[in-house]
């Protein structure tokens, strides 16, 4: 899905989804002091299933400046696997 309307408030950046029969997303962005940001979002689900929540778009930093990254599983196997061989 893609937002269909950002707005920017003094804390945060919000981030407006249309409805979706299955389920109905919120996310936003908040804003911290110097250039911290954390994204948060919230999935309403209205029928039964598998849901998952994906973002693409995230800025470049070096990694020296990131205090947390979360890296999917298969990522993390294939780091994994290729540090033993």
């Not at 899905?1 to 409805?19: E, G, H, N, W, Y």
Request: glycine content about 4%; overall charge positive.
């Amino acid at each position: 899905m893609t937002a269909r309307k950002i707005v920017d408030t003094k804390d945060s950046v919000l981030l407006l989804f249309p409805d979706h029969a299955w389920f109905s997303l919120k996310a936003w962005v908040s804003k911290k002091a110097g250039d911290q940001i954390s994204l948060h979002f919230l999935l309403t689900v209205k029928k039964d299933g598998f849901y998952s929540v994906g973002y693409v778009g995230a800025p470049s930093f070096d990694k020296d400046m990131v205090e947390e990254l979360w890296q999917p599983l298969i990522w993390t196997e294939n780091v994994y696997r290729n540090s033993r061989t």
